[in-house]
């Protein structure tokens, strides 16, 4: 390939009028799917392209950077917004046997953190943590959720009159050994900083007889 070839671009309009003609029945792969092998194939070529310097990439956004009014746009339009069940899977697959390093995990965990202190924006309960919500509510106690400790830790539920922190533990996820050592570092920093604690498993909060006021009443 030349360097004329490299650095030449089509127009918008030409890029449309390609686009157009071949829209719907008129692109030759209409009601057709690529077999894995041609996908894979497709895959090796345009990667040993890119290392090779055969092709370039035409990212506009390469070797430039998002403001921060661009980045905060982005955040807000995406705020709320569910991945689907499909997306999930999809990302699934493409992280199957794939580890992230324990620097990778603090650097998330930590990045995490700073959103959730910095931001207002919607959070999803899990269903444990609606049931609990719900009976706080009904019994007039004043909670604040998603309450941060120490710059480390996000707490599910935050009494101010009690100087209490309320944790809803699902049972699957809270007996993983890793999950357990997390805990025990967290509950660790949480009385560090003078907290009461309550941690209730998620079998708990499922019995009918469940009742937050009792809980409390035990601190």
């Known amino acids: ?10 127009s918008g309009d030409t890029k449309k009028r390609q686009s157009l003609a071949k829209l719907g029945q008129k692109n030759p792969m209409y009601g057709k799917q690529q077999s894995e092998e041609a996908n894979k194939k497709r895959s090796v070529t345009l990667r040993d392209g890119y ?4 092709y370039i990439s035409v990212c506009a956004m390469k070797g430039r950077q998002h403001t921060e009014e661009s980045k905060r746009k982005t955040s807000n339009s995406l705020m709320g917004h569910l991945v689907s069940d499909k997306s999930k899977l999809k990302n ?3 992280h199957l046997g794939k580890k992230h390093t324990i620097k990778t995990k603090r650097l998330m965990s930590k990045k995490r953190i700073e959103y959730m202190i910095n931001h207002s924006g919607p959070y999803v309960n899990t269903s444990i943590e609606r049931k609990v919500k719900s009976q706080l509510s009904k019994n007039n106690i004043r909670f604040i959720q ?3 400790i120490d710059n480390k830790f996000i ?3 935050f009494v101010p009159d009690l100087n209490l922190i309320i944790e809803c533990d699902g049972d699957y996820w809270h007996n993983k050994p890793n999950v357990e050592i997390r805990d025990n570092n967290k509950n660790e920093t949480i009385y560090k900083q003078g907290y009461n604690l309550i941690r209730i498993p998620e079998h708990i909060i499922n019995m009918d007889s469940f009742k937050i006021i009792d809980m409390i009443g035990e601190c």
Do not use: E, I
């Open 146 to 148: 998603q309450w941060p």
């Open 51 to 54: 290392a090779s310097g055969k």
């Open 1 to 10: 390939m030349t360097a004329l070839a490299k650095h030449w671009h089509l």
């Open 92 to 94: 699934s697959f493409n």
């Open 155 to 157: 707490c599910d539920f």
